[in-house]
């Protein structure tokens, strides 16, 4: 056996050398107590000699005084001791021998093929033994009286043996099974100990549940949010519950916060909770997730909140800046467009050059007004928008708002194309719809290079109407697609070109169409041109007769 021996082992050692030692003991003083004198020689005295070896023995062992190799040692001396008290016990108590048996088992059962081989010896000095001293009692050969304890001894050695050998290689392979159950342990060990310093290092709020609601985890801004909430992250109320809505105002009652929700089996997704009290408040985007086993079973369920308060704030500061500073220049570009008109009625009509100039200022002060506006629009500055929709002359109309388009796709080199169902009528907005074209053409001419196609189309398919603009320019990558609507975006292409405009445009048309009650999509390829398309439902073959129906002002909030 090798000198790190398992424990089972050493248990087992332990059980064999006291049964060995115990028996040996009586062995002996049953000798010295019962036997007569004259029996008594010196196989006794050597016998009870290699006893107390054998004592003193399993003591070195048992402090560790000897090293594990030398524990065969211990049964080799309990055998020599039975088989020397044997040679003057034998003629008086031939059953006391049978003793023998134990450390015999015990050589096999511990020591492999060594302790094997040890106990079929052991075997052999006995069966020798009892032929030279006889059997008492016995007649007839002493072979045939021998055979039968030959035959018992050698198949209890061999079951003993096998029976050892396949014990020994289950526990082998237990302890093998035993060493990678430590050795992915201490890995899971470690993972979890990374896992918890990466949630505790960053700063969103991470709870964990398990079915019953029982706390799994929690990271230290889950902790710090909570307690500003007046509760802990196991539910309990320690303090005055402030949780917000969106409002920032209506307070959420106990059964109304995330973790009630979560607990009742909801999911959420970003949903924004001010915590704290009025004046003292943080806006998280909470979402919550159920987790289950594989067989479907509810395992429990996640909280995850990002704090927003920082972003909220500074868009809260932009729409406050774009709102002071439009109003700002919108009385001055106004006040100046007034005395424009009133200087061009005070001008000589020969003076043409000065009419020019004037034309050229007036101009430029109408565009800056209207940026103005989009601006106010775009930052949801103005009164919710309200159109009203009419029957409208839709050829008229496009003609009308596409006439200067032409001038300026001439001077850019691109090609302006414009097809239009003939007699086409519509109950749209009449100024609300010019806005819409004027924003999608013109965005189509900026970003479509000298020598490509901006292709416009108006028709009406049963009573949905629909507007298309199709550009060949540079088109925009699918995570452009998913933002040109938003406000104040701008694609790479219109930074990298240095294109005028704010990128208030395509929201505003949007939110246009949103208010007809309709949809605008867009389809783009980059380097192969961009699409947008407006459809307006319910708004072509009705009220051909010019009246305005009150039930056809329709209010978008969001604008």
């Known amino acids: 056996m090798p000198s790190e021996v398992p424990l089972s082992y050493r ?21 010295i107590a019962f036997a007569d004198r004259d029996v008594i020689g010196w196989p006794t005295y050597t016998g009870l000699t290699l006893l107390v070896l054998q004592g003193l023995l399993a003591a070195a062992l048992t402090v560790r005084l000897l090293d594990a190799r030398w524990r065969i040692a211990a049964p080799v001396l309990a055998l020599a001791a039975l088989v020397a008290m044997g040679h003057d016990l034998l003629p008086v108590a031939p ?8 450390p015999l088992l015990w050589l096999v059962w511990e020591f492999d093929g060594l302790g094997f081989a040890l106990s079929l010896s052991a075997l052999a000095v006995l069966l020798v033994m009892l032929h030279d001293v006889g059997v008492p009692g016995a007649s007839g050969p002493g072979w045939l009286q021998l055979l039968p304890v030959g035959l018992v001894g050698l198949a209890l050695i061999v079951s ?4 050892a050998i396949t014990l020994h290689r289950r526990e082998e392979e237990l302890m093998v099974r035993a060493e990678e159950l430590r050795s992915h342990l201490s890995a899971s060990e470690d993972r979890l100990l990374l896992l918890r310093g990466l949630l505790d290092t960053i700063d969103a709020v991470i709870v964990a549940y398990d079915d019953d609601g029982a706390l ?7 902790k710090r949010l909570v307690g500003r909430a007046g509760i802990d992250t196991d539910g309990q109320l320690v303090d005055e519950l402030h949780m917000y809505a969106a409002d920032r105002t209506t307070r959420l009652g106990v059964d109304e916060i995330a ?22 408040q943080v806006a998280h985007l909470l979402s919550s997730k159920q987790i289950h086993r594989a067989d479907a079973q509810r395992y429990g369920y996640v909280i995850v909140g990002l704090e927003v308060t920082e972003l909220l704030d500074s868009i809260r500061v932009r729409e406050e800046f774009l709102t002071t500073v439009s109003h700002e220049l919108r009385t001055p570009l106004t006040s100046i467009i007034g005395y424009h008109e009133l200087m ?11 009419h020019k100039m004037l034309a050229v200022a007036q101009r430029n002060a109408t565009v800056l007004l209207n940026r103005v506006g989009q601006l106010l629009q775009a930052s949801g500055s103005v ?34 194309e414009a097809c239009v169902q003939q007699a086409l009528k519509a109950r749209v907005d009449p100024g609300c719809f010019e806005q819409v074209v004027d924003n ?49 975006y701008r694609t790479t292409a219109a930074n990298d070109q240095a294109l005028q405009g704010l990128g208030v445009g395509l929201s505003v048309a949007k939110s246009i169409v949103e208010a007809h009650g309709g949809t605008i999509t867009v389809q783009s390829r980059q380097g192969l041109g961009t699409t947008f398309v407006v459809e307006i439902p319910d708004a072509v073959g009705s009220d051909d007769d010019g009246g305005d129906d009150p039930s056809d002002a329709v209010s978008d909030d969001g604008v």
């Open 11 to 31: 248990r087992s050692y332990e059980v064999w050398q006291v049964a060995t030692f115990a028996l040996t003991a009586v062995v002996g003083f049953c000798v």
């Open 95 to 102: 059953m006391a021998l049978i003793v023998l048996i134990i």
């Open 160 to 163: 003993a043996h096998q029976i």
């Open 216 to 222: 799994i985890w929690d990271n230290a801004a889950a």
């Open 259 to 280: 973790l009630a929700r979560a607990h009742r089996g909801e999911e959420f997704d970003s949903e924004l909770i001010w915590f704290g009290p009025p004046g003292d």
């Open 344 to 354: 061009e009625d005070e001008i000589d009509p020969a003076d043409s050059g000065l």
């Open 383 to 416: 009164e919710a928008l309200v159109v009203e929709r009419r029957p409208t002359d839709m050829d008229a109309l496009l003609e009308g708002t596409l006439a200067p388009h032409h001038a300026a796709a001439a001077t850019l080199g691109v090609r302006l």
């Open 440 to 488: 999608l053409v013109s965005n189509a001419l900026k970003h479509t290079p000298a020598g490509g196609t901006v292709q416009v189309n108006l028709g009406a398919g049963g009573s949905t109407l629909r507007f298309c603009v199709t550009d060949t320019g540079s088109g925009m990558s699918a995570s452009e697609q998913r933002r040109v609507f938003d406000r104040f």
